[in-house]
């Protein structure tokens, strides 16, 4: 079926049998085959029209399955370029697809039924999603397959916008039949390419070391990037990337493939027999067995497909833009970020009201903008053995309540944000007390602690009430003005009791489909509420979070040089509106690497800016440092939040590193550059920039002097050479 849309982004070609998605920007092709099955043809730079000269060449391969009760030798799914395809169907490869039937079959065959064609994009229940403004910015092709035998019914999702090169794709299972069946795995995306050399880009890490580029051949077989810790996780982060072997920065082709979803994932790339290419996105499926009933449905999690012909820095500002324009919400999606101090490694958990206030007194001289009260406010938490579950105010560190110093910090000048951890519970704890069931736990077993501490079954709706209900008491109670939501370990004891034995498969999904519902609540409740995400530092830094949240904290280490690297990492798929960075104390606590404040200035700046140590410590040259620096950002912080960025020089390949801001309308440009190691005879490099107005000059606002944006460009400019470790130059430059 195919509705009548003006201006149409999606074409359907009936004597072909081939959907045409376009753009001014791209296209993605694929077409009806013979049995049904959906073969894929193109995506990448957009094409005018197609004229079927890629329909699948045929062959007669050994050992490759034909369709059944046919006699062709030279048709099988074994070698077919699939949309979507599934286990016990001839195709030998990784499947998306595994259904198990109630006679414990996992054999299915899908092929085409309908089609629609419909202006806008459909919500997906539950699950966080890139959004439209207005129904005339995308059109949605959904293509309904069917297993004959099952009837189990799969709707494939294709939302291709108007004027942005990004596909946002997902799957839509209902169980048609009479019988009950189990999803064992149900891939969001599959997208099969043709033989070609290509390369895949991950971002694997560890806690405090998280988001690196990794770079490697795509080789015969299958490699799998995953998560089995219930989380995004430090470990791999659910993005990965595929490019042309020559793709730089700016220049060559890049597929992205980013999965809005804050839980277990699996991105699989496999290269067959015949060189052909298969990418699969979606939830992990190990520890993953979802019941699905009769007339019942399950709603995959979202992948929003990119390409760029411009290189990496193409891609990211695709998915910068998509993700702060389309998939951040709310009042705090295009405001400017407030700078703030944490008390974290000020203090610790050691503090009381009197404690803190010298260092709020000293955030308003300054030039700050907020006070940040960390972990050990509630309960009785004076180590991190105990109170996690309990959010009412520890009456020894604020006998007048939490209220007061909230005021005093306001009559500072200053806003107030407070630290949780809501998805955790400490054995000593009011909650546990009166509620140990509220705790992922396998019955007979002693669960396992991380950090002295364990998970909340946050998939039950009484436990999130619960936690919803205490939240909600101190927000009405007090005035905050930002939540850092923290989540400090991973997921273990995978039990629920809200559920039967043949449904704990279903605990990892539900737990993060009960997290997102808690969020939807209580951001919507509180709207004036700036909310960070925290997970460990960046163990759950993905565009589901950010559904909710406009910013998380980019990691736990703060050391300047190992930021670098772990903020370049990150901005290849995230934006820098959404990378808390903050200057904390040297010589650093997690690496005891000494960096000038200069330096620690300029990589916290270049992302959501503060400063996590003690205030009142700092020198009297320090403090000047430091209110130039607060100054400096409040004058660039628009351009850094939500200006282009573009990074210049990776830390990984060499002793450089360099990225720079450009405003929207190309008027300011503000570049950091960095030399990691002195040398004692040291290289004469050019730094040359990108994104200007090559017909306008610029003048560098320090030394006064005016450049072509062409020069800057092309011919770039010497920087002067610094004595020392670890050193810092910032360049502001202005449209004369």
């Given at each position: 079926m195919n509705s009548t849309v003006t201006e149409q982004l999606i074409d359907f070609n009936e004597k072909q049998r081939v959907f045409h998605l376009h753009n001014n920007l791209i296209s993605y092709i694929f077409s009806i085959e013979k049995g049904g099955f959906l073969s894929h043809l193109y995506f990448g730079k957009r094409v005018r029209n197609y004229h079927g000269q890629l329909k699948n060449p045929q062959r007669d391969r050994g050992f490759s399955d034909n369709l059944p009760g046919t006699q062709d030798r030279t048709y099988s799914l074994d070698f077919l370029l699939q949309e979507y395809s599934s286990q016990g169907d001839g195709d030998f490869r990784k499947p998306a697809a595994v259904i198990r039937q109630a006679n414990g079959s996992q054999s299915t065959f899908f092929v085409y039924r309908a089609h629609t064609i419909s202006s806008g994009k459909p919500k997906l229940e539950g699950l966080p999603a890139a959004y439209l403004l207005d129904g005339s910015e995308a059109q949605t092709l959904t293509v309904t397959l069917e297993d004959e035998l099952s009837h189990v019914e799969l709707e494939l999702m294709y939302t291709i916008y108007r004027d942005r090169p990004v596909i946002a794709r997902s799957v839509k299972l209902t169980n048609k039949g009479t019988t009950t069946i189990n999803v064992e795995k149900l891939a969001s995306l599959q997208l099969d390419l043709p033989?070609?050399?290509?390369?895949?880009?991950?971002?694997?890490?560890?806690?405090?070391?998280?988001?690196?580029?990794?770079?490697?051949?795509?080789?015969?077989?299958?490699?799998?990037?995953?998560?089995?810790?219930?989380?995004?996780?430090?470990?791999?982060?659910?993005?990965?990337?595929?490019?042309?072997?020559?793709?730089?920065?700016?220049?060559?082709?890049?597929?992205?493939?980013?999965?809005?979803?804050?839980?277990?994932?699996?991105?699989?790339?496999?290269?067959?027999?015949?060189?052909?290419?298969?990418?699969?996105?979606?939830?992990?499926?190990?520890?993953?067995?979802?019941?699905?009933?009769?007339?019942?449905?399950?709603?995959?999690?979202?992948?929003?497909?990119?390409?760029?012909?411009?290189?990496?820095?193409?891609?990211?500002?695709?998915?910068?833009?998509?993700?702060?324009?389309?998939?951040?919400?709310?009042?705090?999606?295009?405001?400017?970020?407030?700078?703030?101090?944490?008390?974290?490694?000020?203090?610790?958990?050691?503090?009381?009201?009197?404690?803190?206030?010298?260092?709020?007194?000293?955030?308003?001289?300054?030039?700050?903008?907020?006070?940040?009260?960390?972990?050990?406010?509630?309960?009785?938490?004076?180590?991190?053995?105990?109170?996690?579950?309990?959010?009412?105010?520890?009456?020894?560190?604020?006998?007048?309540?939490?209220?007061?110093?909230?005021?005093?910090?306001?009559?500072?000048?200053?806003?107030?944000?407070?630290?949780?951890?809501?998805?955790?519970?400490?054995?000593?704890?009011?909650?546990?007390?009166?509620?140990?069931?509220?705790?992922?736990?396998?019955?007979?077993?002693?669960?396992?602690?991380?950090?002295?501490?364990?998970?909340?079954?946050?998939?039950?709706?009484?436990?999130?009430?619960?936690?919803?209900?205490?939240?909600?008491?101190?927000?009405?109670?007090?005035?905050?003005?930002?939540?850092?939501?923290?989540?400090?370990?991973?997921?273990?004891?995978?039990?629920?009791?809200?559920?039967?034995?043949?449904?704990?498969?279903?605990?990892?999904?539900?737990?993060?489909?009960?997290?997102?519902?808690?969020?939807?609540?209580?951001?919507?409740?509180?709207?004036?509420?700036?909310?960070?995400?925290?997970?460990?530092?960046?163990?759950?830094?993905?565009?589901?979070?950010?559904?909710?949240?406009?910013?998380?904290?980019?990691?736990?280490?703060?050391?300047?040089?190992?930021?670098?690297?772990?903020?370049?990492?990150?901005?290849?798929?995230?934006?820098?509106?959404?990378?808390?960075?903050?200057?904390?104390?040297?010589?650093?606590?997690?690496?005891?690497?000494t960096t000038s404040l200069q330096t620690r200035g300029a990589v916290a700046m270049s992302g959501v800016f503060g400063y996590e140590l003690d205030l009142t410590q700092l020198t009297v040259a320090e403090k000047t440092v430091v209110k130039k620096q607060v100054s400096l950002y409040k004058k660039i912080r628009p351009i850094i939040q939500y200006g282009t960025f573009i990074r210049l020089l990776d830390p990984s390949k060499g002793n450089h590193c360099a990225w720079m801001f450009v405003a929207t309308d190309k008027s300011v440009a503000v570049v950091f550059s960095f030399k990691l190691l002195a040398e004692a005879q040291p290289d004469f490099k050019r730094l040359k920039l990108a994104g200007l107005d090559p017909q306008k000059d610029y003048q560098n606002t320090t030394s006064g002097e005016i450049f072509g944006g062409d020069e800057l460009m092309n011919t770039g400019f010497y920087e002067s050479i610094q004595p020392g470790d670890f050193n810092s130059q910032m360049y502001y430059f202005k449209l004369v």
């Open positions: 033989a070609d050399r290509k390369q895949v880009i991950s971002l694997p890490g560890a806690h405090m070391n998280e988001r690196h580029l990794e770079r490697e051949n795509v080789n015969f077989g299958v490699k799998s990037f995953s998560s089995r810790r219930g989380t995004t996780s430090h470990q791999m982060n659910n993005f990965i990337a595929l490019c042309d072997p020559n793709t730089d920065e700016f220049t060559g082709d890049v597929y992205g493939f980013s999965l809005v979803y804050s839980g277990n994932h699996k991105e699989e790339v496999e290269k067959d027999p015949y060189g052909a290419i298969r990418i699969l996105v979606g939830i992990n499926d190990e520890q993953f067995d979802w019941q699905v009933k009769s007339k019942q449905s399950f709603q995959t999690p979202e992948v929003l497909l990119t390409y760029s012909d411009n290189g990496f820095n193409g891609l990211s500002h695709t998915l910068h833009k998509l993700l702060r324009e389309r998939v951040a919400r709310g009042k705090f999606q295009y405001a400017l970020r407030p700078i703030l101090v944490n008390n974290w490694e000020a203090t610790f958990m050691d503090f009381n009201e009197d404690k803190l206030k010298p260092l709020v007194a000293e955030a308003k001289q300054l030039g700050l903008e907020m006070f940040v009260l960390d972990d050990g406010w509630f309960g009785h938490r004076d180590d991190d053995r105990s109170s996690l579950g309990d959010w009412q105010v520890f009456q020894k560190k604020f006998p007048a309540g939490l209220k007061r110093f909230a005021d005093y910090v306001h009559t500072n000048h200053l806003k107030f944000g407070l630290w949780f951890e809501p998805e955790m519970i400490s054995i000593d704890s009011e909650l546990y007390r009166q509620h140990p069931d509220y705790m992922l736990q396998v019955p007979g077993r002693q669960p396992s602690p991380s950090r002295d501490q364990y998970v909340l079954d946050i998939g039950r709706e009484a436990v999130r009430e619960n936690i919803h209900d205490q939240i909600s008491q101190l927000l009405d109670s007090c005035p905050i003005d930002y939540i850092k939501w923290d989540m400090n370990r991973h997921l273990t004891d995978i039990y629920s009791k809200a559920l039967p034995a043949e449904r704990q498969g279903e605990t990892f999904h539900r737990y993060v489909l009960g997290l997102y519902k808690l969020l939807e609540e209580l951001t919507t409740e509180y709207p004036n509420i700036l909310f960070e995400g925290c997970s460990g530092g960046g163990g759950r830094f993905d565009a589901g979070l950010l559904y909710y949240m406009p910013q998380s904290w980019t990691s736990d280490n703060t050391d300047a040089v190992a930021r670098m690297q772990i903020q370049y990492g990150t901005s290849l798929a995230y934006p820098v509106s959404s990378m808390a960075a903050h200057v904390s104390v040297s010589p650093n606590q997690q690496t005891g690497r």
